[in-house]
C-alpha cells in the first residue's frame, strides 16, 4: 500500500517568504508527526497530530511555525516570515500503534 | 547534554565485519526505537524495543533498561548496509513524539 508522501521534495525560497509543507499519511493513521532535521543531526520533534488536533506543539520553534490537519489526515505545516536558519529537512511520519512510519521528507532551503 | 547519545558518530568497516553501534539515554523511556535513514532522507523504522533482544536477519538489537543502554549490531556487514543508523526513545509518559540521537554514519567497504 502507498506509504506517508510529502511535497514538494524540494522547495527553495527567499527569506521573508511564506511557505507550506504538505503530509499525506498513510489512510487510516490517527497520529502524524513533524520533525525538522538539519544536516548531520538526528531529527527534532516540531508537532504531534491525534486526529485533527495538535496534541503536543511544544517542539514549535516559534510563532512563524503553524500546522494544521482539518480532517485527521492531510497534514500541511506553514512558515511565515522564513528565516536562513529555517533551512533543512522537513520530515512527517504517521502512526496507528507505536511504529512511527516517514516520509522521503521536504528540503526546504531559505535563500 | 543531549538525552540521546549514539556512538560511534562514523563508522567505518569491510566487508564481513560485525559492526556495533551504541546508544544511551539520560531519561526515562517506554520504549527505545532503532532506525535506518538512507541518502535522500527516507527514515526506516527497524526495531522497536522495551526490554531484552530483538533478532531479524542480521541485525539484533539489544537493549539494558537499568544501564539506560542499547546497542545495534550488524553481523556479516555488506555495502548495501552503508546508512545513518538513529536511535530514538519514547520518553515516559503520555508523550508519543520521539528524542532521536545524532545518528551514526556507517560506511561499509567492499
Known amino acids: 500500500g502507498a506509504g506517508v508522501s510529502q511535497t514538494p521534495s524540494n522547495k527553495v525560497t527567499e527569506k521573508g517568504k511564506y511557505v507550506e509543507l504538505r503530509c499525506d499519511p498513510i489512510?487510516?493513521?490517527?497520529?502524524l508527526y513533524w520533525y525538522r532535521q538539519s544536516l548531520g543531526q538526528g531529527p527534532e520533534f516540531l508537532i504531534y497530530?491525534?486526529?485533527?488536533?495538535?496534541?503536543?506543539d511544544s517542539g514549535l520553534p516559534n510563532d512563524r511555525f503553524f500546522a494544521v490537519r482539518p480532517e485527521g489526515s492531510v497534514s500541511t505545516l506553514k512558515i511565515q516570515r522564513t528565516e536562513r536558519g529555517d533551512s533543512a529537512m522537513y520530515l512527517c511520519?504517521?502512526?496507528?500503534?507505536?511504529?512511527?512510519?516517514f516520509g522521503p521528507g521536504t528540503r526546504l532551503t531559505v535563500l | 547534554k543531549n538525552e540521546v547519545e549514539q556512538s560511534p558518530q562514523n563508522l567505518t568497516a569491510q566487508e564481513g565485519e560485525f559492526i556495533t553501534i551504541n546508544c544511551s539515554y539520560s531519561?526515562?523511556?517506554?520504549?527505545l526505537h532503532w532506525l535506518q535513514q538512507h541518502p535522500g532522507g527516507g527514515i526506516v523504522s527497524l526495531f522497536m524495543?522495551?526490554?531484552g533482544k530483538k533478532k531479524h536477519g542480521r541485525l539484533i538489537a539489544t537493549i539494558n533498561i537499568q544501564e539506560k543502554h542499547s546497542s545495534l549490531h550488524i553481523t556479516a556487514s555488506h555495502p548495501r548496509d552503508s546508512a545513518v543508523y538513529i536511535c530514538?526513545?519514547?520518553?515516559?509518559?503520555?508523550?508519543?513524539?520521539?528524542?532521536f540521537g545524532s545518528g551514526t554514519q556507517l560506511t561499509v567497504l567492499p
Open positions: 511520519a504517521s502512526s496507528q500503534g507505536d511504529t512511527q512510519y
Open positions: 489512510s487510516g493513521h490517527t497520529a
Open positions: 497530530f491525534q486526529g485533527t488536533g495538535a496534541a503536543d
Open positions: 531519561v526515562g523511556i517506554s520504549a
Open positions: 524495543l522495551s526490554s
Open positions: 530514538a526513545v519514547r520518553l515516559s509518559g503520555s508523550a508519543r513524539q520521539l528524542t
